[in-house]
T-cell receptor, first 114, second 112 residues
Framework: QQQVKQSPQSLIVQKGGISIINCAYENTAFDYFPWYQQFPGKGPALLIAIRPDVSEKKEGRFTISFNKSAKQFSLHIMDSQPGDSATYFCAASRRAGGYQKVTFGTGTKLQVIP | DTEVTQTPKHLVMGMTNKKSLKCEQHMGHRAMYWYKQKAKKPPELMFVYSYEKLSINESVPSRFSPECPNSSLLNLHLHALQPEDSALYLC???????????FGSGTQLSVL
């Protein structure tokens, strides 16, 4: 019940195209759904996040779509750039006594080719 | 300062060595975390300290020993590790009022 399923495992997109990564969760106790971006040799960094009472959130070229009834959410990267090439992890989290209990998806390695 | 600083960046150790990983943050965060990340896998939670008290130990072998000397520092003491413990070790912190984890760049550990 703690799983977050993520697909695809890898994605190749041409520069200027749209990258789409999908995630699904099971536990309705999660109250925050962040996306983390990780470059090689670096730790993950928060990219964008959404709460379950919102259906869409857009920040620049990055958009999260959230479907609470289906327990699914997705990341759309518009006008994908080579600099977006990284591994993306969706996550689902909930507060637990002063800290965050975070469940990560399995990750998607995105390659944007010129 | 919005950084989580980890040292060293790289570490090679033998199975009989004792070493320590260090993590520091000055954002006033009261929760600090150790994660282990294998190549092409998501981060895997090891320990959580909340207000300098150990809140979660995810059944981590005793050859890993965490320590939180104060609210800004987190250590991970390593002893008698196995080659399969080779991984990227990530430190993270968060504030109770926020839902964001701030990660350091990690320590790439190789056990020979």
């Amino acid at each position: 019940q703690q799983q977050v399923k993520q697909s695809p495992q890898s994605l190749i997109v041409q520069k200027g195209g749209i990258s789409i990564i999908n995630c699904a969760y099971e536990n309705t106790a999660f109250d925050y759904f962040p996306w983390y971006q990780q470059f090689p040799g670096k730790g993950p960094a928060l990219l964008i996040a959404i709460r379950p009472d919102v259906s869409e959130k857009k920040e620049g070229r990055f958009t999260i779509s959230f479907n609470k009834s289906a327990k699914q959410f997705s990341l759309h990267i518009m006008d994908s750039q080579p600099g977006d090439s990284a591994t993306y992890f969706c996550a689902a989290s909930r507060r637990a006594g002063g800290y965050q209990k975070v469940t990560f998806g399995t990750g998607t390695k995105l390659q944007v080719i010129p | 300062d919005t950084e989580v600083t980890q040292t060293p960046k790289h570490l090679v150790m033998g199975m009989t060595n004792k070493k320590s990983l260090k993590c520091e943050q000055h954002m006033g965060h009261r929760a600090m975390y150790w994660y282990k990340q294998k190549a092409k896998k998501p981060p895997e939670l090891m320990f959580v300290y909340s207000y300098e008290k150990l809140s979660i130990n995810e059944s981590v072998p005793s050859r890993f020993s965490p320590e939180c000397p104060n609210s800004s520092l987190l250590n991970l003491h390593l002893h008698a590790l196995q080659p399969e413990d080779s991984a990227l070790y990530l430190c993270a912190s968060s504030q109770d009022s926020q839902v964001i984890l701030f990660f350091g760049s990690g320590t790439q550990l190789s056990v020979l």
